[in-house]
């Protein structure tokens, strides 16, 4: 397999030219292309930085993380239809740390817009901007743009991998590249000849790719189809290798502690205890915490535990009552944003029904399955560090700093993540890593956070605040006046990625608040940020996750106190606004069967959330058993505008929407003393097999760009429950976890 060579330092400012909190770029810098990071070796060939050719057959760099939700077979997928193999034929690894493998539509998504309003110009606009991706080395993967990403540029490698190596066969054969076509992984010349790509991969290394064009979706052969995921063998058979599986040789195993106070100081430690424990190698001192290098990682976690450390206070107010009363300040000042303000919501029309409503939400950790971990080798000159994670080149960037290395000296192997939903786009499991390797330079070191540490030490979803105020006249919704007070995960993300403090109104904080597709005349919706040291980050679908909570739970408030039917009133506010999100309404209305009215101890809900550019509509049906309220049905509909692979959105949307109906029915992260109480899934939990619902999807395909699939499915589900818990029994859910309103089944 080739050698990963350098990448081309990444360069931040062009001569002197800089602007206060950022940078700023020559035109020569922003245009010009990234290099490839791959050098083949011999008998290889790198047709582009995705797509490499030697004697074993074709290989797919992906630069996205696969985290279960199907980007290495949807990738893969783009380049075999038109690169003309079977998924099958095609070998899939992560690619390097580079800037070739940017995300090109990450920027477009923080343009100041709803989404479902984009003009084509302004869809255009985002797409051009994309190349900023690259000039910031945003190898990254989330907010549901891995397909948008990869749409283009990904058919674009497999279209031009293809004329290249026709040409090389064309040279050989003396006739015209017009002459021949692919089939199954070789070029057919026109007496039935067949060359194996793999003999011409040498020649097409060396030929410049020729221009071509993508073919049109009624040739595709496999995208619009399910097809078989690449990484489930593996993963099947216990041979995937995830971060905790890296077993390089020689390797030592580490545990960590930090403060529980988060964000603490820590006065000093006695590690008497665990240095006499047979099989501890070094105790580490971190600086804000303590690490034990030993024989294996339950040794490092128990030795690690008997450290007797001296934790200093934390910086926030260290009860959870105490914490949400200071969000609550936050509506005290001056929004942070206000992205939406249509008409006027200062005056209530005459003759209409004011309603007022106010409703909380806790934080809330990832608790990824596969706990927080990484190993490094650090030799002085070199480190290498395998790990799970979504941002290759940022996690490269950190470590390098940390090791006092060039980046050129830093490797990222990543592997497999275990879960990720926004927390493994964190950079603090490889730093601490890396410190712990740099206390035994030549010895792989993998350091493993016990499933305690690392609930305790996460980047949560902060807990939230909306205060809403509404009217409806002659059954219709004619004013929503919302306001919603949390911390922002944007702010401190680009603190602690970039070390600036961020700025500018934070549209990540009324995500899924000011952009939901109803027609009301008078509509304003403003953000207020709270300023809390309580270490925050992005949660799936994160502001959406509790802004549709938000405005969804609201709009089914003001459904009744109009007198209407809630999917009814929502259906007609939507058909004016958004055709997509009122055809995902009447496609869960037809699928559910929905009356308006239910059976005795039978409860339904509905709520539409458009988030990641996919409106998703949700209906949720509950049963009173004996007392106990259990989940029994749901059925979803989405508009991808186009779906690339059915079975993978169908998967996202019902993962999405259990780990929202999760969250509501009984997560929370509270604190006391300044100390997360929650540690484990016995005390955080998710939902099982027994109160999962049966759900159906439908899939739609009306919407005229490319939307997300992997968060959408999360906003709606919180509403949708609580919606339908009212329907059942008459009280009105306006806090979360749901659990402690309800007998629910646990």
């Known amino acids: 397999m080739a050698s990963i060579g350098k990448i081309l330092r990444r360069t931040f400012l062009i001569g002197s030219a800089a602007v206060v909190g950022g940078v700023a770029f020559g035109a020569y810098y922003v245009s010009r292309p990234a290099a490839n990071p791959l050098k083949p070796g011999k008998g290889e060939t790198a047709l582009s930085p995705f797509v490499l050719i030697d004697q074993e057959g074709v290989t797919l760099f992906a630069p996205r993380a696969e985290m279960g939700q199907g980007v290495m077979t949807t990738w893969t997928a783009l380049i075999a239809e038109e690169l003309d193999v079977e998924l099958d034929q095609i070998r899939v690894l992560h690619g390097p740390a580079a800037a070739a493998y940017y995300n090109s539509a990450l920027v477009g998504e923080g343009l100041p817009n709803k989404g479902y309003d984009v003009s084509n110009f302004q869809h255009n606009l985002g797409e051009a901007l994309g190349v900023l991706g690259r000039t910031l080395s945003l190898q990254v993967t989330g907010g549901s743009t891995s397909m948008k990403d990869g749409f283009e540029r990904m058919r674009m490698a497999g279209a031009t991998a293809r004329e290249t190596l026709k040409q090389a066969a064309a040279d050989r054969l003396n006739i015209s590249r017009d002459a021949l076509k692919t089939e199954n992984g070789a070029v057919i010349a026109p007496d039935g000849t067949r060359i194996p790509y793999t003999e011409l991969a040498e020649a097409a290394g060396l030929i410049e790719p020729p221009e071509t064009a993508l073919r049109d979706p009624s040739e595709w052969r496999l995208l619009g189809q399910p097809q078989p995921r690449v990484d489930i063998p593996g993963k099947s058979t216990g041979t995937a290798e995830f971060g905790i599986d890296v077993r390089p040789e020689g390797i030592k195993f580490a545990s960590v502690r930090m403060n529980p106070k988060l964000g603490g100081p820590m006065n000093g430690f006695d590690a008497s205890v665990a240095e006499t424990m047979p099989g501890v190698e070094k105790v580490v001192d971190l600086g804000t915490g303590v690490a034990v290098i030993a024989s294996n990682t339950w040794l490092a976690i128990q030795a690690v535990e008997a450290i007797d450390v001296d934790w200093g206070e934390a910086p926030y107010p260290p009860e959870t009552d105490e914490l949400m009363a200071e969000i609550s300040k936050a509506f005290d000042a001056a929004p942070n944003s206000t992205m939406r303000d249509d008409g006027d919501v200062d005056v209530t029309p005459e003759g209409a029904t004011e309603l007022t409503a106010e409703y909380t939400v806790p934080y809330l950790a990832h608790a990824t399955m596969e706990p927080m971990n990484a190993t490094a080798l650090y030799t002085g000159q070199k480190l290498d560090l395998w790990c799970g994670n979504q941002a290759p080149t940022l996690i490269q960037f950190r470590v390098a700093n940390v090791a006092n290395l060039d980046k050129d000296a830093v490797e990222i192997h990543t592997t497999y993540l275990g879960g990720g939903f926004g927390r493994r786009g964190e950079l603090d499991f490889g730093e601490i890593a890396t410190k712990v390797a740099m206390a035994m330079p030549g010895t792989p070191i993998q350091t493993t956070w016990s499933r305690e540490e690392d609930m305790r030490h996460d980047f949560y979803r902060p807990a939230a605040i909306a205060r809403m105020r509404g009217a409806v006249k002659d059954g219709k919704a004619v004013l929503i006046d919302g306001k919603v007070a949390s911390q922002s995960p944007t702010q ?42 309580v270490p925050v980050g992005f949660w799936r679908s994160v502001g959406n996750s509790h802004n549709g909570f938000f405005h969804e739970t609201f709009m089914d408030e003001m459904a009744h106190a109009a007198g209407r039917d809630p999917l009814e009133f929502r259906l007609e506010l939507a058909q004016s606004e958004h055709a997509p999100s009122a055809g995902c309404l009447q496609a869960v209305k037809e699928m559910s069967d929905w009356t308006g009215t239910t059976a005795d101890g039978v409860g339904r809900g509905v709520a539409l959330t458009y988030s990641f550019g996919t409106p998703v509509a949700m209906v949720i049906e509950v049963v009173d058993e004996d007392g106990t309220i259990r989940i029994s049905k749901a059925w979803i509909a989405c508009d991808m505008g186009l779906a690339l692979d059915p079975a993978t959105v169908e998967a996202q949307m019902i993962g999405g929407m259990i780990y929202g109906l999760s969250a509501a029915v009984q997560e929370e992260i509270t604190f006391s003393d300044g100390e997360v109480e929650q540690g484990n899934f016995y005390d955080y939990d998710a939902l099982r097999m027994h109160n999962a619902p049966v759900t159906e999807v439908r899939i739609l395909e009306t919407n005229k760009h490319l939307g997300g699939a992997g968060e959408p499915g999360t906003p709606p589900s919180m509403p949708a429950l609580g919606n339908a818990l009212f329907d059942l029994t008459g009280q009105r859910a306006r806090t979360l976890p749901l659990s402690k309103q309800f007998h629910l089944l646990i």
């Open 492 to 533: 401190q993300a680009v603190g602690r990625y970039t070390g600036f403090s961020g700025s500018g109104p934070d549209k990540v904080l009324v995500e899924g608040f000011f952009n939901q597709p109803y027609a009301v005349p008078n509509y304003r919706m403003s953000g207020h940020i709270a300023d809390l040291a």
